[in-house]
């Protein structure tokens, strides 16, 4: 019997910010799943900034959506017809692909297998996805904290910023975090963080002068741009300063470009690492247990803040890049 399925696709690139009219609703006929292949109704939807990057014509890594396409994204769901003896009905299934929308039909060693055993599902896309190993990733590969030094991390109310407060708290780090909001800077002191700094409202420079006089010892970098080059001045000797993301810069013509400042990082032996979570996900069992293991000692909360109906994910989009969120942005449909 064929379903109706409803994808959200790109209306037209946006110039500056992004804006709901950005998107468009579009309704397609799925018929039944060819041999191999399932039909999949999602149950999750996930919201990351880096989806602003394949908004534009230049693309990324991640491509370039052609304009009347439907967004990509990753997605939970269940599959509701099966031509595929390896996932039956009812099977719980992540595709990092097929998001922004309501059905699917897909080949079945496209998709993974998630485990309602390790909790609610939709951690897959939050805590036990993409959001949990990059802050993972970004602490315990890359900055490696030790036991009181100072870790600064930006965007900390946020999906991964969130989770690397709380992972740097754990390994012993005296944590520098910032936010937009004094709502949010008292949310993630309440999360374990000693400082907090709304950088909207106050001079970041001088407060991480302030927090660590004699310099900031590691950085988890969220934002990038102006950020970044406050990050390089502040940094310690031997400091280090993990890359994870750009977003002040995902809005402009070039969110690849670099910092002013970088003699800095020789005058003072800094290292700048840049990480892509797709370099843990091989590790992917041992870092769910070992995030898992830290939610059940009670020193990890995972947040999310849940969008209800596909219809509202362009304006949740929207609100994700403006600030408006605190932990993961989901959706649920
Ligand atoms: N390397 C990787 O593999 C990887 C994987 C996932 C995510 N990332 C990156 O990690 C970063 C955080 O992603 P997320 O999913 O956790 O999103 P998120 O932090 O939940 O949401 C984005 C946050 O960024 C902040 N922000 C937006 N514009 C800003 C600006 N101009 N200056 C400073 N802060 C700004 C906002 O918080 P405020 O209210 O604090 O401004 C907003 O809440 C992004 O840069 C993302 O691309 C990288």
């Not at 970098?221 to 300063?241: F, P």
């Not at 993301?245 to 840049?274: C, Q």
């Not at 909360?301 to 989901?330: H, N, W, Y």
């Amino acid at each position: 019997m064929p379903v109706t399925a409803r994808q959200i696709v790109l209306a037209r690139r946006p110039e500056g910010p992004v804006r709901a009219q950005d998107f468009a609703l579009r309704e397609q006929t799925l018929g039944a799943p060819a041999a191999g292949e399932v039909l999949v109704r999602n149950l999750w939807l996930s919201l990351d900034p880096y989806m602003r990057l394949f908004m534009a014509e230049s693309g990324s890594i991640h491509g370039s959506v052609d304009l009347g396409a439907a967004m990509p994204g990753g997605a939970v769901g269940e599959v509701i017809v099966s031509a595929s003896e390896s996932l039956p009905v009812g099977t719980r299934v992540m595709s990092m692909a097929h998001g922004w929308r309501d059905h699917y039909l897909a080949p079945a060693d496209q998709l993974q297998t998630v485990s309602a055993e390790v909790g609610p599902v939709q951690r897959f896309l939050g805590l036990y996805g993409l959001t949990g190993i990059t802050a993972w990733g970004g602490i315990h590969g890359v900055l490696k904290p030790q036991p009181g030094e100072t870790l600064f991390v930006n965007a900390a109310a946020g999906a991964v910023g969130s989770i690397a407060v709380q992972l740097a708290k754990r390994a012993g780090a005296t944590v520098i975090a910032s936010a937009g909001s004094d709502a949010k800077c008292a949310w993630v002191k309440q999360l374990g963080a000693d400082h907090v700094v709304n950088y909207r409202r106050e001079d970041l420079a001088a407060r991480l002068a302030e927090f660590a006089p004699e310099g900031v010892a590691a950085a988890f970098d969220n934002v990038g741009g102006e950020q970044l080059e406050i990050l390089i001045d502040a940094a310690a000797r031997q400091g280090r300063i993990a890359l994870c993301g750009a977003i002040a810069l995902y809005d402009s013509a070039n969110y690849r470009a670099g910092p002013r400042n970088l003699f800095a990082t020789i005058e003072k032996h800094v290292t700048l690492t840049g990480f892509n979570a797709g370099f843990y996900f091989a590790r992917a069992p041992e870092i769910i247990a070992d995030l898992a293991a830290a939610e059940a000692a009670g020193a990890l909360v995972s947040t999310e803040t849940v969008i209800e109906g596909l219809e509202a994910m362009p304006q949740g989009f929207v609100d994700l890049m403006g600030g408006e969120s605190r932990g993961k942005m989901l959706v649920r449909v």
